[in-house]
C-alpha cells in the first residue's frame, strides 16, 4: 500500500523555524516529491510550495517562500523534508506531501498520485 505519513506540524511564533517529514511507505527514490498546503477556509492550493526531482534532486519553488522553504530527500530514508524558516502568520495552514511517478518534478498537484493526510502549521503569538 503507498502510503505517505507527513510530521513535524505544529505551533510556532512568528520568525520561527518547523522541519516538516514525509515518510513513504515505498521506495521513494523513482518519485518527484511536492508540499502543498491548505489554509484555514482555503481549498487546498493546486501549486506545490516547493518540489523536486527525483532524477537530479532539482528544486522549485513558488516566490512565497523562497529564501525561507527548503525543501530536501534522502531515499535511503525513503523520506522528504520541508526545513521552514521566518515563518509568519499567513503560512498557518495544514501541509501535505505528494509524489509524481515523473523524474521532473512540477508545481502542479494534478501530476501527484498519492498524497499523505497532512499535519498542522500553525504561527501566532
Known amino acids: 500500500q503507498m502510503q505517505l505519513v507527513e510530521s513535524g506540524g505544529g505551533l510556532v511564533q512568528p520568525g520561527g523555524s518547523l522541519r516538516l517529514s514525509c515518510v513513504a511507505s515505498?521506495?521513494?527514490?523513482?518519485?518527484?516529491i511536492g508540499w502543498f498546503r491548505q489554509a484555514p477556509g482555503n481549498e487546498r492550493e493546486d501549486v506545490a510550495l516547493?518540489?523536486?526531482?527525483?532524477?537530479?534532486?532539482?528544486?522549485d519553488y513558488v516566490d512565497s517562500v523562497k529564501g525561507r522553504f527548503t525543501i530536501s530527500r534522502d531515499n535511503d530514508k525513503n523520506t522528504a523534508y520541508l526545513q521552514m524558516t521566518s515563518l509568519k502568520p499567513e503560512d498557518t495552514a495544514i501541509y501535505y506531501c505528494?509524489?509524481?511517478?515523473?523524474?521532473?518534478?512540477?508545481?502542479?498537484?494534478?501530476?501527484?498520485?498519492?498524497w499523505g493526510q497532512g499535519t498542522q502549521v500553525t504561527v501566532s503569538s
Open positions: 505528494a509524489v509524481a511517478g515523473y523524474p521532473i518534478a512540477t508545481k502542479y498537484s494534478y501530476a501527484y498520485e498519492y
Open positions: 515505498f521506495t521513494l527514490e523513482n518519485y518527484s
Open positions: 516547493a518540489c523536486i526531482s527525483s532524477g537530479d534532486g532539482s528544486t
